[in-house]
């Protein structure tokens, strides 16, 4: 069986399984206070060249509610796209913790200044909620990556609005290997982001950087309060350690997305068409009914959703430990059912 | 330095350090319905001897919020002692999913039958809360355990007034290693438990255990509602995998037990007094202010709290790294300032 | 000044103040258990023929909130119109208190099963929220109605679906006034409903009818939790005593829609166009930007929104106090600018 | 029938309803931009001299509930006393948006600053909710009042330790008869308080004054968003607009002290004991249960508590409409059950 399941299928990055051995003798601080979040802190604020205040959190949905409550008023509400993870897969958590999603629906799963301006011309007084947050995905949740100029401009179109800006980076080294976007443009250019651990190498984590530090006040309360604090911090620290060390989640995303597209290409060569071109580590190729059949004898992937009567678009995701091989085991996979 | 300071200061036993090594080149599925996790919660009902509802959740605060805010209606509330961790240490996580803790001030930490039914005679009417739960925790944040007995008489009384009696087991394998009370016990005489793995073990987890079953519907809806669901389920589940397999458990908290029984015997010798008397992984022996000092420089541990002008309690807890030789270590070093 | 601005700007109907005057030297029970509750209670379950329980809010916000978060569990949602009260108009009371809308989009404001089942069939498993209640506004919120059969329809589908259907009621004197559904109906096809009485005559006060009587277990306590219960319970009752006693509440539905037939097919007769065709108190013409200016020397209304660059839709709206005569008062200002 | 039960079991005072009537043909804007709101506004402004933010609310626990959850953040708690409404008799309405009270024990149910300095000291550090507002109950719920210098000092505290201080005056008409408090005190001795309207002669409604205006931003988005805002915000304000011009408010005060001193000096001449000496409208004497049955026939009162196993303390209440005739007439049946 080929895995395109998903990212976050397997348990870690060897070289982070590896630094837990290593580490297994030492005695360490609790909540966060120890040795190896220090170094995780330390790493992340090297990369993005600012003093922005450094949390590692467990995943992304807890990182998201733990985030958007603890920054808005309970009248303000957040706006994302209508594909947003907030808004579609997270069984109704920032709702859940009080706050609005205003969602904006866009094909390509990003948003513009534009988008804002109409939820904010809609929203003007107080029997409605007051927008107060800008919530993006990078890379996007149907693969698209977001530019350094977009996120520019979106940052300082916020700015002017007193909106703040947050990127939920789940995938964000996928998105990073897939576009001109460096660490030092997310600490200029958002107002809050996070790196996510999870699905890219580590056994799980997601370190929330916060740029605009008075947003950064007691927020060491709110993640307690939200149940996000965990007695071994340096539990959801080290895999950033390891990641952020040299440049191991960089390197992740880059043959993540060399994966992705060897899979793409190869597809489009034998006549496949897609839902949507992705640069990152999801694909979503449309194949017909019986052919998702043959497909899934051989391959574990993920059905997104029906293109039509016949046709059904599915979702192949490569991760860290995808090999090209396994790539081409796919095609050759795929060939063999178009030749019949 | 010879480390007392808490339970959760290693990564995680070697066992299951080694278990995640070995399963490092699996591909499994997502969100707790892999192997593993069918594994671990298969120990733990061969263990209860229950077909009960089984989650693994991250960490202990984040735990009681699931479990509390799943189970009641906005309007109910849950009893506790004064000393629970719900009450005291969870920066308000049980009010801020909008739920009182109603307590009790009792010496030893435990509560019994009459202690609720106080609660209930002040609570009789729509212009107050209605108790609806009953917290209590197994070893309590004060070291003390219940009986069996204890046990069983609070569970046949919440089940008389209708309200469902919940153990928090962040050191239940200390406290099951210090009494008469099994599994099976805990499988009949609890509504909903929790086997804590981060304090006995584990890199982190706890193991959600709802007996009474009804309560457990839709509770991966609340699991993930209050951002506690693990993409990577399986890393939640590994530990417990490795600790209920065989009794791996019950031997940590039997070894943590004899450590402390060193200490306080040995203190005892000395002509040490305590705040309590504790048959767990916790003792809180009283010291002078000046005796501190001394300590401080050789042991790392907690000052509980001021006993009075001039002495202080401070809190010694074994892990499951402890070693005998660590207490005669301490012993010794207590000895000495007491000799001067 | 013509006042067509809202139905909620005058004090109450005559009858109404009337009967606190007569009512000024009594001493009643407090927390809505007085002889005015009762009898409000007896009148409308005399008209539902149903013994379902009632209480008496203040205002429909509030309303909303309390029924909606009294039922729902923490991750389930309610599904509305695009247009629906709770997801525009209510600063995000209902988030506010945990739960999504998910709302879908419909020119004439009302749900049909098909629409529901749509809702259903992308909601389907734990990483997203559980449909759980239907909100319907009778009359909506732009003047439409529900025929019986529309509302039998949606509340067989409910039923079968296992979901509540509440309808908000803050304008239902006017909808029944303009359809062909009883109060009868209202106890049959529904679960939960409410009275408005803000908008239809009274000072304030919604009054709340559970029907499916499971729902309205310690509906008391979920009342004083969110905060909307009176010390004067018997002030929010009154209004009903009066309204519902005989038949004045349906008679001032009556006598809004004629109201506001007059003003309508006046309109029509002057050339007039409509956003939508209403049958009751609340009708949408539209009219060029420069005859706004000029209605608005003389007239009171709400610009409703933007047509297109050079057309508006405003809104008037008749109330228990609007008279013929203003009618056409109104009728011969707009004739007056029509003939320049 | 004789009746001290409560202060909120007649509709209101005369001259309130004498306005509403007079008021009946007018066309008001809604939502508490009208000309009465305007008014009672600009009466209290000119009672406490200063510009504070006013706000008319319907109810005490829901203007505690918005008060609060307004200005804390998520993990911030309200300092109170174990009698304080907030913590005994509001349903968890405090907890249910998300915020811990704690409590202190005071015999006198008034705080001062040691009380509040001992929970500071408990409270240090992020695993524990961060107190950030007093509340204060001016009368206290077993009828005691600040004096100018308790609350000065109280005030000075608070600010010193970037504290709110919060005062609940639903019986702040009798506590300010009762003491050296005046309006300008109240402006400048407090960052919020409430002028308590249902309890004092209106047929509902309390005044939020907010002095420390920075906590008045988007306060009316806030009370949308908990459900608290009225269409008819000027049925709200009438009270206050009748109560605040000239002196009402305060002489409705004195006239009720006036009769609890009635009853409780004649009281204490026919030998009765009391719970606690009061200077306000609440009194609370001590019968034996056997007299309490006699009493029970021809007066209407509460049964505060059990004093032990003979006696009980019940709890007398005057109101704007007691008069000086109803107090002879219930001591002289408290003086024949003595008798005999």
């Known amino acids: 069986m080929i895995y395109f399941k998903n990212d976050y299928s397997s348990i870690a990055h060897p070289l982070i399984l590896e630094k837990l051995w290593e580490c297994r003798l030492e005695q360490n601080v609790g909540y966060g206070l120890d040795e190896h979040t220090f170094l995780a802190q330390k790493y992340i604020r090297e990369k993005i060249k600012k003093p922005s205040a450094i949390y590692f959190l467990v995943g992304g949905t807890q990182t998201n509610m733990v985030v958007i409550s603890s920054m808005l008023r ?58 107060k947050m800008v919530y993006i995905s990078n890379a996007t949740e149907i693969g698209t990556v977001y530019t350094k100029e977009e996120i520019k401009e979106l940052y300082e179109y916020c700015r002017e609005k007193n909106l703040y800006l947050y990127m939920d980076g789940a995938r964000l080294a996928s998105a990073m290997a897939a576009s001109d976007v460096t660490y030092e ?49 340096f ?63 051989e391959c574990s992937f993920e059905v997104w959703k029906e293109w039509n009567r016949d046709w059904v678009v599915i979702r192949l995701v490569t991760s860290f430990s995808t090999t090209e091989e396994e790539c081409e085991r796919f095609l050759k996979v795929v060939e063999k059912i178009y030749q019949n």
């Not at 699905?199 to 939200?226: Q, S």
């Not at 006549?271 to 071109?277: I, R, S």
């Open 185 to 233: 443009d997310l600490g200029n250019y958002t107002d809050i982001f996070y790196i996510g651990g999870t699905k890219n190498g580590g056994y799980m984590g997601e370190a929330v950087v916060i740029n605009r530090v008075e947003l950064a006040k007691d927020f060491d309360y709110c993640i307690k309060h939200f149940g996000a604090m965990l007695a071994k911090g």
């Open 74 to 131: 309970p009248f303000e509400a957040v706006i994302c796209c209508k594909t947003g993870h907030i808004q579609v897969h997270e069984t109704g958590a920032i709702e859940g913790q009080g706050h609005k999603c205003i969602y904006v629906d866009k094909e390509d799963g990003k948003l513009c200044p534009k988008d804002i301006d109409d939820v904010l011309l809609e929203h003007t007084d107080c029997h409605m909620v007051k927008p």
């Open 235 to 297: 539990v959801a620290a080290i895999p950033f350690e390891v990641l952020m060390k040299d440049d191991l989640y960089y390197s992740i995303g880059k043959k993540e997305n060399n994966c992705a597209k060897i899979l793409q290409d190869g597809l489009e060569k034998i006549g496949v068409c897609f839902m949507v071109k992705s640069l990152t580590n999801q694909i979503f190729p449309i194949f017909r009914k019986e052919e998702i059949k043959k497909l899934e004898k």
